[in-house]
């Protein structure tokens, strides 16, 4: 047995393509050569020559450009309008004047004096009502101050992710 590390290697075998093939792609290969240095060569130096040549010729060419006159500006002013404002209104409930009879003057003015304490609210809801606190507020009634139907100061504060009525 032989070692193939220590044997040298065989040599290697002569060209197994036959010697025809190989004087073709020599002789193909050269062939490409001298036509493309024909078609070069023939491109570049040489005028060709030409059979019949033209005359030049004037040529006459009219341009019109039309330019057009410019048009009015139409400027159109718009007036800016006011943002429309909370509008506060004031309730007073007046009490009718009790008739004579027999109650007494000093019921009927105790009476007054209580009624008058109560039922004012300078922000209403668009039923006509007054708010009380913990009711959801209008957009235009943010961080607006009122009283509610007993006469509580509640203002519109943003709470538990909206604006509610709440006590100051």
């Known amino acids: ?38 078609i070069v060569g023939a491109g570049n130096g040489d005028p060709q020559p030409v059979a019949a040549e033209a005359k030049p ?34 309730t007073k409930t007046a009490r009718a004047a009790a008739a004579t009879g027999s109650d007494t003057g000093s019921d009927a003015g105790s009476g007054s004096d209580s009624q008058d304490a109560t039922g004012t609210c300078s922000i209403v809801s668009n039923a006509g009502n007054c708010y009380s606190a913990g009711q959801f507020c209008r957009n235009s009634d943010h961080g607006a101050v009122t009283t509610n139907g007993g006469g509580t100061r509640i203002k519109c504060m943003y709470s538990s992710n909206a604006w509610r009525w709440t006590y100051v």
Do not use: F, H, Q
């Not at 139409?74 to 909370?86: G, L, M, S, Y």
């Open 1 to 38: 047995m032989t070692n193939a590390y220590t044997t040298p290697p065989a040599p290697r075998p002569v060209d197994t393509r036959p010697l025809r093939k190989r004087k073709r792609v020599w002789l193909g290969g050269s062939g490409l050569l001298l036509t493309g240095a024909l």
């Open 57 to 90: 010729a004037p040529t006459v060419t009219a341009t019109v450009t039309a330019t057009p006159e410019p048009a009015p500006t139409v400027t159109e002013t718009i007036k800016a309008k006011a943002k429309p404002r909370p509008t506060v209104t004031v």
